[in-house]
C-alpha cells in the first residue's frame, strides 16, 4: 500500500467517519520508517487544517458533488500543492496514481484537470468571501458558526489572532519524586531545546516534538505531558497536606497526579465514567505512582453518602475541546451550536450533583477545555443564582498575577494571548 493511500484511508476514515485524528494517524504510521510516518502525518494534519480553505478554493475548479474517496484524493492533492512542498508534477501525478490505486481509474483524468487547473492558478486565486466571518473561517479553516460566536464576543482584531494561534508545544512536568532540574539536566544533555514556562514554572516546553511514549523517562514515570493551562486548573484548587479532594472527571489522570505532585500529604479521589478511560486513569496512576482511590462511576449520579466529604473538588466537565482544536483540528468540524448547547445539560448535571460533595468553607473548582460562553461563564453564573451557598472565590493566590479575571474568580486562558490552550477556570467556595 503506498504512503498516499495509507493517508487518504486514515484521513476519510476521519472526515468521514468520525475517527480521532490522533489514534487513525498512529494507526496509518505503523511499520513506516520515521521520514515516511513523518510525510503521512503532515499530509493527514495538513489537509485537516486547512480544510475548509482547500474545500472552498477546490469548490472553484469542480461541477456538483464528488464521491467521498474523489474529494479526499483532491483535499490531499490540493493540500500537496498548497501547503506542503511537494513538486506540482509529483503532487498531480501520485494524486492520479492513488485514483488508480483505489479502483477509481475512470476518474484519473477528472483529478488530473482539476488539480493542474488549480495548480495553474495558485498565483491568482479565488478571492475570499468578503464578510469578515466568511473570510475568517475560510482562511483558518474553522466552522463559519464557531467565527460568527468569536466575532461577536472578541470584535475582528483578535478573533483573528485567536483563530490564527499556532498550535502549542509539547509541555512537560517532572513527577515527584523525579524533579524539574533533573528533567532540564537531562533534556540539555540530549541536545533537546526548551523553554521554561511562563504560566507554571514548574514545566517546560519543547522547541520540537517526539515519540515521548518510547523515552524510558516516560515509561518510568518521571515525567508527565500536561499542558500549560491544565496545571494552572489544579493549581486553582489550593491544596494543602490533610486535604481530601475528589477529581470527579479524572481520565486521563494528568490532573489527578498533578495534584499529588503539589501536595502529596492530601488524599485523592478520581473518578471516572467510561470502562476504557477508567483503565487508562489507573494506567497513568500507576506509571506516575500516584496513590488515589479511584472509581467507575457518573459524577452526575448524586451519592448522599458523601455529601460534605471533600475539602475541595474537580470538575474538569466533558466539553466541546474548542480551546485546544488549534493542534487537534477534526475537532473544529466535529462540532456544532447545537451540539454545544447539548453539552450544557451534561455540565450542569455534573456540577449541582458534586457541589453537594463540598464541605462547608471547602472549594469548588469548574474547569473545561474550550472557548464558550454557553458552557464556561454562562453555567457558572447559572449555578452561582442557583446555589446561593456558593461564592465566586478570588484566583489571585493560586494563578499568575497578568491573567485577567482573577479576581472575580473566572479566567478564561486564550492561546494567542496567554500562549497555553484555551482553558477556562472558575473557583468557588461553599459559605460556612
Known sequence: MSLRRRALEALLDITDRGAYANLRLKEAQQGLSEQDAKWVAAAVYGTLDHLLYIDYMLAHFTKGTQKPVVRGILRMGACELLFMRSGPAAAVNESVNLAKEVGKGALSGYVNGVLRALDRSRNELPPLPQDPAGRLSVLYSWPLWLVQEWLERFGEEEAEALLSAPPQPMTLRAQPPYTLEELAETLASRGTAFTKG??????????????????????????????????????????????????????????????????PETRLTAWELHPH????????????????????????????????????????????????????????????????????????????????????????????????????????????????????????????????????????????????????????????
Do not use: W
Open 198 to 263: 511562563a504560566l507554571a514554572e514548574d514545566c517546560v516546553k519543547l522547541a520540537a516534538g517526539y515519540d515521548i511514549a518510547g523515552d524510558p523517562l516516560y515509561r518510568n514515570g518521571g515525567v508527565a505531558v500536561q499542558s500549560e493551562s491544565a496545571m494552572l486548573v489544579c493549581r486553582a484548587c489550593g491544596v494543602r497536606p490533610g486535604m481530601r479532594v475528589l477529581d470527579a472527571c479524572a481520565a486521563p489522570g494528568g490532573k489527578t497526579a498533578y495534584l499529588y505532585a503539589l501536595c
Open 277 to 432: 478511560r477508567k483503565k487508562l486513569l489507573d494506567s497513568t496512576l500507576t506509571r506516575l505512582r500516584v496513590p488515589a482511590e479511584t472509581a467507575e462511576r457518573d459524577a452526575g449520579e448524586p451519592d448522599p453518602a458523601l455529601y460534605g466529604a471533600f475539602d475541595a473538588v474537580l470538575l474538569d466537565v466533558p466539553c466541546s475541546g474548542l480551546g485546544v482544536a488549534g493542534g487537534k483540528p477534526d475537532i473544529r468540524y466535529a462540532k456544532s451550536r447545537e451540539g454545544v448547547a447539548s453539552l450544557r445539560e451534561t455540565q450542569r448535571r455534573i456540577l449541582d450533583t458534586c457541589a453537594e460533595y463540598v464541605r462547608p468553607g471547602g472549594t469548588l473548582v469548574y474547569a473545561s477545555c474550550t472557548i464558550s460562553r454557553t458552557e464556561n461563564e454562562a453555567q457558572v453564573e447559572a449555578f452561582l443564582k442557583r446555589r446561593t451557598d456558593f461564592a465566586p472565590a478570588s484566583l489571585e493566590p493560586f494563578l499568575p498575577g497578568n491573567l485577567p479575571g482573577l479576581c472575580t474568580g473566572m479566567v478564561q486562558l486564550l492561546p494567542h494571548r496567554d500562549g497555553t490552550e484555551g482553558f477556562f477556570i472558575a473557583r468557588m467556595e461553599r459559605k460556612q
